[in-house]
C-alpha cells in the first residue's frame, strides 16, 4: 500500500489545550479514507494542522516529500485540496469569484465542474452568502475540483444538509473518489460507509485505529468505544 | 449662499484628504487587522519629499510638480512595504505587539523628521494654479481644495475598479473576509498583504502631497494629526470597508468645516469643528457600533 499522505506525531497546543497528542495518519493512494472520530477528537484539527493552518509540531509528508515546512499555499499548489467544515464560502463574493479565486492553473476544469455542479453555472452571478447551506457546499467542493489535486481534504461535507442535499453530496464524493484521494471527515458514520475504505479514529487527540474501514465498523463494541454510536447494520 | 458653497468645497476637499488618509487604513485593517498608528508617517515622507523636489527643482511648471508627485508616491510605497515586511510580518496575529511597534515606529520617525527639518512649518512653494481660486456659484473657491476633491474622488475610482477588476483585488476582498482560506486556496497572501500596505502608503503620501498645497506649508506633525481623523474616519465607515471611508471622510469634513465656521460666528467657538465631528463619532458607535457600512 502506497501512502499517499503521512502525518506522523502531530502535536497541536491552542490556547493552551493540548489539542492533538500525537496523532499519526497514513492515506494510502486512491479511494477514500474516512478520518472518525467523537465531537472534539480532533479531526478537523487533525486537516488543519496537515495544511499548516494551526501551529503544529509533527511531520507532514506528500508522495514521500517531506513538506513541514511548507506554508499552507504551498501545500495547496502540492496538490492537497481542502473543503473546510462549514463550507467558508467567501460570501461577499459571487459564485463565480469565489470560483475565480480558487483558479492555480492556466486551465481551471470548469467544464468538468459544471457538469457536476449545473446550478452553479445558472447562479454565478449570486452572492455566494445568499445560497442554501447545500448549493454552499457545491461552491466549497466546486473550488476545489477546478484544479489537480493529489488529495482532497475534506471536512464534514454533509452537516446540516438536508438528506436529499447529503445523499447527492455522498454521490459527488464517490465520484471525485475515482479521481483523486480523499480524506474525509465525515460524522455520519452511514454517509461514510458507502464510501471509505479505510479509517483513522481519533480519540482524545490520539490515533486509536488505522486499517480498513470494514474491518473497524465490523467490531460494534469498538464502534461504540470509540465513536459512542451504535452502527445499525449495513443494508443490502 | 457663497458662505455655505466655500464652506461646502472646502469641507469636501478637507474630506478628501482624510478619505486618502483613511482609504489605506480602512484596507490594512480589514484585510490584516493591523491597527498602523505608523499610516501618519507615510503621509508626511510624503509630504516632506515633495517639498524636498519642489524646493530644490527650479521653475514652477507643472513638471516640476509632477515629479513631486510621483517621488511622493514612490517614497509612501516603499516605506510602507519596508514597515510591513519588516514590523508587521514577525508580528501577525500578535495585535498588540503591532500597534505598540506601529506606534514606536510614529514616534521615532516623527522625531526623525523633527531632527532633520525641525519642528516649524515650512512653506511649501506650490505651484502658481494650485494657489488661484476658481469661482464656484459665486464663491471664490481655492484650487487646492478642487485639486483634493478630485483626487479623493480618483483614489476612490481607482481603488473600486482595482478591487472589483484585478484578481489582486479579488484576493484583497476575499482575504477581509477569511484571510485563512484564501491561504486555504493556495494564494500567498503574504504579496496581498505587502502590496495593500504599498498601496495604502501610496494615497498616504498622496495626501501628503496635497496637504502641502492644502495648507501651504509642512511640518512634522501633519501626518499624525491627520491620523487622528482618519482613524475616526474608519471607525464612522466602519473597519475595512473603502465605500465607508469615502463617506465618512466627506461627512467628516463638511461637519467639521461648517461647525468651525458658525461655531466661531455665533459662539466664538473655533474649535467646535473637532467637538462636532467627536459628536458624530460618538452617535455612529451608538446607533452603528460597527460603523455605516459595518451595519448594526
Avoid at chain 2, 467657538?269 to 460597527?290: K, T
Amino acid at each position: 500500500m502506497t501512502a499517499l499522505l503521512e502525518a506522523q506525531d502531530l502535536h497541536v497546543v491552542l490556547a493552551g489545550s493540548h489539542i492533538l497528542r500525537g496523532v499519526d495518519v497514513v492515506v494510502p493512494e486512491g479511494g477514500v479514507t474516512a478520518l472518525l472520530g467523537r465531537n472534539g477528537a480532533g479531526k478537523t484539527t487533525t486537516l488543519r494542522a496537515i495544511l499548516g493552518l494551526v501551529p503544529r509540531a509533527g511531520r507532514v509528508r506528500l508522495g514521500g516529500r517531506d513538506v513541514s515546512r511548507a506554508s499552507t499555499h504551498a501545500m495547496v499548489q502540492a496538490g492537497i485540496g481542502y473543503v473546510p467544515e462549514g463550507r467558508d464560502v467567501f460570501a461577499g463574493l459571487t459564485v463565480a469569484e469565489n470560483l475565480r479565486l480558487a483558479e492555480r492553473t492556466a486551465h481551471p476544469r470548469y467544464d468538468q465542474v459544471y457538469e457536476i455542479f449545473p446550478e452553479l453555472s445558472a447562479r454565478a452571478s449570486q452572492r455566494a452568502g445568499t445560497l442554501s447551506g447545500g448549493q454552499q457546499q457545491m461552491v466549497a467542493i466546486a473550488r476545489a475540483l477546478l484544479n489537480p489535486n493529489r488529495i482532497l481534504l475534506v471536512d464534514e461535507p454533509t452537516k446540516g444538509l438536508a438528506p436529499r442535499v447529503v445523499a447527492r453530496v455522498i454521490e459527488i464524493l464517490a465520484a471525485v473518489s475515482r479521481e483523486v484521494t480523499v480524506l474525509l471527515v465525515e460524522q455520519n458514520l452511514a454517509a461514510a460507509r458507502g464510501l471509505a475504505r479505510h479509517a483513522i479514529v481519533l480519540d482524545q487527540g490520539t490515533t486509536v485505529y488505522a486499517g480498513g474501514f470494514a474491518e473497524f465498523v465490523g467490531d460494534r463494541e469498538r464502534v461504540h468505544r470509540h465513536l459512542g454510536v451504535a452502527l445499525a447494520p449495513a443494508g443490502p | 449662499m457663497s458662505t455655505i458653497v466655500l464652506l461646502g468645497i472646502t469641507g469636501l476637499g478637507l474630506g478628501g484628504l482624510y478619505f486618502l488618509m483613511a482609504s489605506g487604513l480602512s484596507l490594512t485593517y480589514g484585510l490584516l487587522r493591523v491597527l498602523n498608528f505608523a499610516h501618519g508617517v507615510f503621509l508626511t515622507a510624503g509630504a516632506y519629499t515633495a517639498w524636498l523636489i519642489v524646493s530644490r527643482m527650479g521653475g514652477t511648471g507643472p513638471t516640476r510638480f509632477a515629479v513631486a508627485v510621483l517621488g511622493a508616491l514612490v517614497v509612501g510605497a516603499a516605506i510602507a512595504a519596508a514597515v510591513e515586511v519588516t514590523l508587521i510580518r514577525p508580528l501577525y496575529r500578535r495585535h498588540i505587539e503591532q500597534v505598540l511597534a506601529t506606534v514606536g515606529v510614529a514616534l521615532a520617525l516623527g522625531a526623525l523628521a523633527q531632527g532633520i527639518f525641525g519642528a516649524d512649518p515650512r512653506p511649501v512653494p506650490v505651484p502658481p494654479w494650485m494657489q488661484g481660486v476658481t469661482s464656484v456659484l459665486g464663491a471664490a473657491v481655492p484650487n487646492s481644495r478642487l485639486v483634493t476633491i478630485a483626487a479623493g474622488a480618483v483614489v476612490l475610482g481607482a481603488l473600486g475598479a482595482f478591487l472589483r477588476l484585478t484578481r489582486w483585488g479579488l484576493i484583497v476582498r476575499a482575504g477581509v473576509e477569511n484571510r485563512e482560506m484564501v491561504q486555504a486556496l493556495g494564494i500567498d497572501v503574504q504579496r496581498a498583504f505587502t502590496l495593500v500596505f504599498a498601496l495604502g502608503g501610496v494615497a498616504a503620501a498622496l495626501g501628503g502631497v496635497l496637504s502641502d498645497g492644502y495648507f501651504g506649508t509642512v511640518d512634522p506633525a501633519r501626518g499624525t494629526a491627520m491620523l487622528i481623523y482618519a482613524f475616526v474616519v474608519v471607525v464612522i465607515g466602519g473597519l475595512g470597508s473603502i465605500a465607508g471611508s469615502a463617506i465618512a471622510a466627506v461627512l467628516v469634513g463638511l461637519i467639521q468645516q461648517f461647525a468651525n465656521y458658525y461655531g466661531s460666528v455665533w459662539w466664538s467657538f473655533p474649535s467646535s469643528g473637532d467637538l462636532a465631528v467627536v459628536l458624530l463619532l460618538v452617535a455612529v458607535l451608538l446607533v452603528r457600533p460597527r460603523g455605516l457600512a459595518g451595519g448594526v
